[in-house]
């Protein structure tokens, strides 16, 4: 109590000061529950009046998804109109390994539905784990309607995965247009960097152009993207469609390829490794630039198999490179007649004769000839392609004044062509050795390089642009684009009278005592000329170069133009390790065959094909099954192929075309092509419209 | 209030029972359009439910003062009880787990403490002799009392329970006229401690969401996405809504518990800021008549009691709404009457029952009571 009395007195409570707290006090709480309540009015006020705007934004874009469709490729057609890469409506599959918690999982989930082997489920698993996360890898695409609907309804339990309708590039000529054509493929990370980020490269089932005219004309066969709203769920499931803009289809590419002569060469090529380019003499424009063996640019569009892939890298015959552009070879025999005509320019007479006694000394070394041709004129010279002549004139001329004329004709150059790149070889002059190699020409150079050998390196479609500048005294420029417009190419410096020599030499190489008797066409009134090359890998001490392993034996080649007194076609063929020119020129002679009388020249072919085992493209298919089986893997059956888009670049289609007239009337349409690029790019988008379900 | 309504139902408290109507069916029809449309599975056992619970409210308001009085104690001590059973199930189970199954329903023993507290401290604070109120002895043993069921609530652990018996708890005990200043005190401490508990009592998950709370935009798709997809599920509703079943963000799944502890953004989603307002004010009517009620009491068990169950369901309104439009942290607190769920519902309309029970007191005691 002393203590109280020191401190506070103690408060008085009683029941009316408990009820006045009481009353007091609640009145307090109830104020601030009031209060509350209007703070609580106010802020939602707030929120849904003062932020309504921003907040509906934000409502609008969770709920609609804006994805891209993306736009349908351009096609590229052959000089007629033919589509030699063109789009085909199918159902796909991709999967977003981001989206993806378990994709061990669902990868093995969609195998299952889809009947994926082992060997397309390790491929999809190993571009899962290498790929950026974020950029959809495809399952599968081509799958049928019902393979389709079996993953949309599985959609929920399968996270990550996308179904959808789209086109995929389809080549009718398959392997016969590889190199030529190139394919298409998913934007990786570097080219999505590259092209500013564009959400559309990485769009599920957009591809771009890899390789070759489809990289080159990237940008013209793209087209413009289309555009879907949809209404999604918070977990990504699409409720419904809003609205779709279409897309607007790439533009159509025309090249002055002719597609069944394309598809004609590269098969005829057969079972050598090699390249066939055809020209129009007139014009320039490339009517054919086969290089076999290739690849299939329909399985690389469909992201080519690990398999498949190894199986070509593997290949000595490098099915990855496009000879004509990237093949250097010794142009060996194919360059005398264009000597000759350095030799004419330099003041050499035709009649002036030299004696070949199984060869001839220069300076103070013998040199061989490949036969003793005895008194050689310029003619005999070619069709008998007597080395010392050239070993003779070449020295007597210098050799500095050959190299000028072959960069005229078109040796050692780069075209202004739409390819990724081409390599452009070597023309050897004393100038070029003393720059490249620091040291002096020798006689020896000039005996070498005079025959096409030494430094001297050369692509098929150089030597066929020196054939059709040989055959027209035109500098004939090489054009891949077709164009309407007639160029004018300037003209070299020589009589008719001249090149007519050099013409009628070349023909008698083929029609006449020369070395290709076996290329004669096959024809009264069309006659070849041409000019055989053998072309030595190794020297004579390793190989004979005709017989051994494959690749010491010798490259054949063949340079030519038709009819060679009207010259309207020139060409090249080379023929790697084709053991001698034997191997090229009965590919040029039915090449040409075909090209005058398509009839005459698919009889060849498939008599030959009879014997190879099937086409190009079936040869492809059977090597892969077997070196699919050879480590260990299954592969499906290759799909039949059914769409009679096919029919149109492939060589029978020009033997269809060329029917009698009573045929032709029979079955209704016409196989000739006369639409505009612009009519069949109209005509395929409703055709790819169609399948849709 | 005469003539054609049968006394037995002019009666009955009006004011409160037709907001509540309106909040039911309300509920009720937000609940049809969260589940896309259909009365399966949230609206139909909601409205079942509701009548269930009604018939208990008005069973319940018919008990008399003294049964009441007497029951305080064991229905506190078996709630208790329940609440340590579910420690021990949890334990056993290994998890945790907050509801005991009891076959008819699963109940939440945490939830029908925070009623049951109230109903203690009333009857604590009513036979407490009216001099020992500001000594220490009115403050320990209701100290005790609250403190042991938030313990156990707390292991669980449940922070929102645990806060709102706390808040029911305090409530009470300031109604009772406990000195200001041990309020003030306390309430200093807690500023001090609040802190240290931060830091040293919260779960991870529970101090995420703090910080989430107070920066929900740093992280929209992970820890803020609930706010941050309640705040776009309200603000595009805009004044009027967008239209019954019309709601994007509950029906695209973007909004999470679209049908429980996010009902009212569903609402608002859907009837804009009138329907906002409706909710308020029917709450306001609820709230205002529990006050009325415990203000018009005669007896100390009455008016605490009645304030204490005012003040529960008030904690409930509260700390949702706040939480739904981002003026407070997650806490798993469902709207009362509108949630889904049958332990909020029960435990709701037991207040409303305690409620109606005091307002029936109040009727039939003298206005002027020389008693207690």
Redesign the interface.
């Known amino acids: 109590m002393r203590l109280r009395k020191r401190g506070r007195p103690?408060?008085v409570?009683?029941?009316s000061?408990?009820d006045n707290?009481?009353?007091r006090?609640?009145f307090v709480?109830?104020t601030a529950?009031?209060g509350?309540?209007v703070l609580?009015?106010a802020?939602?006020?707030y929120?849904?009046?003062a932020?309504?705007e921003?907040?509906?934004l934000?409502?609008?874009s969770?709920?609609v998804n804006l994805s891209l469709i993306p736009p349908r490729r351009g096609w590229i057609l052959d000089r007629n109109g033919a589509p030699l890469a063109s789009n085909r409506a199918d159902f796909r599959v991709d999967i977003i390994p981001e989206r993806t918690p378990d994709a061990e999982a669902t990868i093995t989930a969609l195998a299952n539905i889809l009947n994926l082997d082992e060997n397309q489920a390790a491929d999809i698993r190993k571009r899962v784990d290498d790929g950026p996360g974020y950029q959809p890898v495809e399952i599968a695409s081509g799958i049928s309607y019902d393979q389709f609907a079996a993953v949309s309804v599985r959609l929920p339990d399968l996270p990550g995965v996308v179904p959808q309708r789209g086109f995929s590039r389809l080549y009718p000529t398959g392997p016969s247009v590889g190199h030529l054509i190139g394919y298409v493929g998913t934007a990786n990370a570097e080219e999505y960097a590259e092209q500013d980020r564009n959400p559309l490269l990485v769009t599920p089932g957009y591809k771009i152009g890899k390789d070759a005219l489809e990289k080159q004309f990237e940008q013209d066969l793209r087209g413009i993207p289309g555009a879907r709203r949809v209404?999604?769920?918070?977990?990504g499931r699409i409720?419904r469609e809003l609205e779709t803009r279409e897309d607007i289809q790439g533009d159509p590419v025309r090249l002055t390829i002719d597609g069944p002569l394309q598809d004609y060469a590269a098969r005829r090529i057969g079972l050598e490794s090699g390249s066939v380019v055809v020209m129009d003499c007139e014009s320039g424009d490339l009517l054919c630039m086969a290089s076999m063996p290739s690849f299939d640019p329909n399985s690389f569009s469909q992201g080519i198999g690990r398999v498949e892939y190894a199986m070509l890298r593997e290949d000595e015959r490098v099915p990855l490179r496009n000879k004509v552009l990237k093949g250097l070879y010794p142009p060996g025999s194919t360059v005398k007649p264009m000597h000759c005509m350095a030799f004419l320019d330099a003041g050499v007479k035709p009649e002036e004769t030299i004696m070949c006694n199984g060869g001839r000394r220069i300076g103070n070394r013998f040199f061989n000839c490949w036969s003793n041709h005895g008194r050689v004129d310029m003619a005999k010279a070619i069709y008998q392609s007597c080395d010392s002549y050239f070993y003779h004139f070449a020295q007597q001329v210098g050799f500095a004044k050959v190299a000028e004329w072959a960069h005229k004709m078109g040796l050692g150059e780069e075209y202004p062509l739409p390819v990724q790149s081409q390599f452009f070889g070597t023309v050897p002059s004393p100038e070029w050795k003393q720059r490249r190699h620091d040291s002096a020409w020798q006689p020896y150079d000039t005996v070498n390089s005079s025959i096409g050998q030494g430094y001297y390196l050369t692509n098929p479609l150089q030597l066929a642009v020196m054939s059709a500048r040989m055959a027209t005294g035109f500098k004939v420029m090489p054009r891949l684009r077709m164009s309407d417009k007639q160029p004018r190419f300037e003209h070299f410096d020589f009589s008719p009278e001249e090149i007519g020599y050099v013409r009628q030499a070349m023909s008698d190489t083929v029609n006449g005592p020369g070395t290709a008797g076996r290329a004669r066409l096959p024809f009264e009134d069309i006659k070849m000329a041409g000019k055989t090359g053998t072309a030595q890998v190794v020297s004579l001490s390793v190989s004979d170069g005709r017989s051994g392993p494959w690749k010491y034996r010798d490259h054949g080649l063949f340079v030519f133009f038709a009819p060679f007194d009207r010259p309207k076609y020139a060409g090249a063929v080379v023929i790697e390790h084709g053991g001698g020119s034997g191997a090229a020129y009965p590919i040029a002679r039915d090449v040409m065959t075909f090209m005058f009388d398509p009839a005459k020249g698919m009889q060849a072919l498939r008599a030959l094909e009879e014997q190879w085992g099937g086409n190009a493209q079936q040869r492809l298919n059977s090597k892969y099954r077997a070196y699919a089986a050879a480590q260990g893997e299954s592969v499906p059956p290759v799909p039949a192929r059914d769409e009679d888009i096919f029919d149109r670049v492939e060589a029978e289609a020009r033997l269809a075309a060329r029917q009698p007239e009573g045929l032709a009337e029979e079955s209704n349409p016409s196989r000739v092509d006369d639409r505009t690029p612009e009519e069949i790019s109209r005509s395929s988008a409703a055709a790819n419209a169609e399948p849709e379900q | 209030m005469s003539g054609i309504v049968p006394a037995p139902i002019a009666r009955q408290p009006w004011q409160m029972l037709f907001p509540l109507f309106v909040l039911i069916a309300f509920g009720a029809l937000v609940l049809f359009s969260a589940a896309a449309g259909s009365w399966e599975p949230y609206a139909s056992s909601h409205v079942i439910r509701f009548g269930v619970f009604l018939v208990m409210a008005f069973v319940l308001s018919r008990f008399s003062r003294d049964l009441a009085m007497f029951f305080a104690f064991p229905i506190y001590v078996v709630v208790l009880l329940m609440l340590g059973a579910v420690e021990v199930i949890g334990f056993v189970g290994g998890g945790s787990q907050r509801w005991l199954d009891l076959g008819f329903i699963q109940l939440q023993p945490s939830e029908v403490m925070k009623p049951a507290i109230v109903l203690m401290l009333a009857r604590f604070y009513a036979t407490l002799p009216?001099?020992m109120?500001?000594t220490w002895r009115a403050l320990i043993p209701a100290g005790a009392l609250i403190l042991t069921p938030v313990a156990l609530v707390l292991l669980q652990p449940d922070l929102g329970t645990s806060l709102a018996i706390t808040f029911g708890g305090a409530?009470v005990m300031?109604?009772?006229?406990l000195?200001l200043r041990w309020f003030l005190g306390a309430g200093l401490a807690a500023a001090l401690l609040a802190p240290l508990a931060f830091f040293f009592g919260l779960q991870p998950y529970q101090q995420k969401r703090v910080f989430t709370f107070l920066d929900p935009e740093s992280d929209p798709l992970g820890d803020g996405y609930h706010i941050t997809?309640s705040?776009?599920?309200?603000?595009?509703?805009?004044?009027s809504g967008k239209g019954f079943n019309e709601g994007?963000?509950s029906h695209?799944?973007?909004l999470p518990e679209p049908h429980t502890d996010f009902i009212f953004a569903t609402m608002?989603?859907e009837w804009?800021?009138v329907g906002?307002?409706v909710v308020?004010g029917a709450?306001?009517m609820i709230?205002?008549w529990g006050?009325s009620v415990?203000?018009a009491s005669t007896d100390?068990f009455g008016?605490l009691l009645a304030?204490g169950m005012t003040?529960t369901i008030?904690f409930y309104v509260?700390i949702n709404?706040?939480m739904v439009?981002?003026?407070a942290p997650v806490v798993g607190i469902p709207l009362p009457f509108m949630s889904h769920g049958g332990s909020s519902m029960l435990t709701n309309m037991v207040c409303i029952g305690s409620l109606m029970m005091v307002n029936r007191w109040n009727r039939t005691a003298p206005r002027s009571g020389l008693l207690?």
């Open positions: 103690r408060e409570v009683t029941q000061t408990l707290a009481f009353d006090r609640t709480i109830g529950m009031g509350l309540g609580l009015a802020r939602m006020g929120i849904a009046i932020e309504n921003k907040y509906e934000e409502s609008e969770n709920r209404e999604v769920t918070a977990s409720v | 009216v001099g109120v500001p409530m300031f109604a009772a006229g000195p997809q705040k776009i599920a309200i603000g595009s509703g805009g004044f994007s963000q695209l799944n973007y608002a989603e804009g800021f906002g307002l308020l709450f306001a709230l205002g006050l415990a203000r100390r008016k304030f003040a008030f509260a709404l706040m439009m981002g003026l207690r």
